[in-house]
């Protein structure tokens, strides 16, 4: 980040008091004080459940010279448009509004039959799903479809396989704008779009877990090792 950019960020924080007066605890996640930059952004606080692998962060971007929130649930980061905003006052004034209901709906799990944009799938009906293996290969189950994430751009995560500790995971998507399933994994935190669980629906997307799923999370762990 340059000097000049992080010294006014710096300046910023001596208008406004709202960092001050942040809750230590919202429905279980604990507050973090950051003030502190990462590459190009600027990190204010986060708020973590760590037994949960969910947290919320509040930052500044260089690049796009946005006030932004990025949300992490498992190892799936991604960033929540509504405050997207220019000006600090205006990002103070939206995190006062909107933080608690976001932070809340990080854990609140999906209804499967109520959600209209996913009850036509069934998921909580899938017969495959319920015997899903709690552990393969050291990645722990994650997310079941019976009880899906809902992310960005239509995106539902509907199973997710992690390791934590690796910081790897298998993740399939359900995307209700094309009606799709796709996969993607990663390995220390580093995405790669798998095409071997592509598929058109829920029976075809069972066939190919059946016989992709115990691989592809082996040789995730494979190359995890190779890299380390």
């Known amino acids: 980040m340059k000097v000049e ?103 609140a799990p999906v209804d499967t039959k109520t959600d209209l944009l996913i009850a036509e799938q069934n998921f909580s009906n899938w017969e495959y799903a319920k015997n899903l293996p709690e552990e393969i290969e050291g990645f722990e189950l994650f997310i079941t479809p019976e009880n899906p994430a809902k992310i960005t751009n239509g995106s539902y995560i509907i199973l997710n396989y992690s390791n934590f500790e690796t910081f790897c995971d298998l993740t399939i998507y359900y995307n209700v704008y094309t009606g799709t399933f796709s996969g993607e994994s990663k390995v220390n935190l580093v995405p790669n779009v798998s095409y071997l669980f592509d598929a058109e629906n829920l029976k075809d997307l069972e066939l190919k877990l059946k016989k992709n799923l115990t691989a592809e999370l082996c040789n995730i762990k494979k190359i995890s090792a190779e890299t380390a």
Do not use: P, W
Request: aromatic residues 16%.
């Open 5 to 107: 950019i992080k010294n006014k960020i710096l300046a910023e924080l001596e208008t406004t008091d709202f960092f001050e007066n942040l809750r230590e605890d919202i429905c279980g996640y604990k507050l973090k004080k950051i003030f502190a930059e990462d590459d190009d952004k600027f990190f204010y606080f986060s708020y973590n459940d760590e037994k949960n692998h969910r947290a919320f962060a509040a930052y500044f971007h260089e690049e796009t010279a946005e006030y932004k929130v990025r949300v992490k649930i498992g190892l799936t980061e991604f960033c929540l448009t509504k405050f997207f905003t220019n000006k600090l006052e205006t990002f103070a004034k939206i995190l006062n509004s909107e933080m608690q209901a976001a932070i809340e709906n990080l854990s």
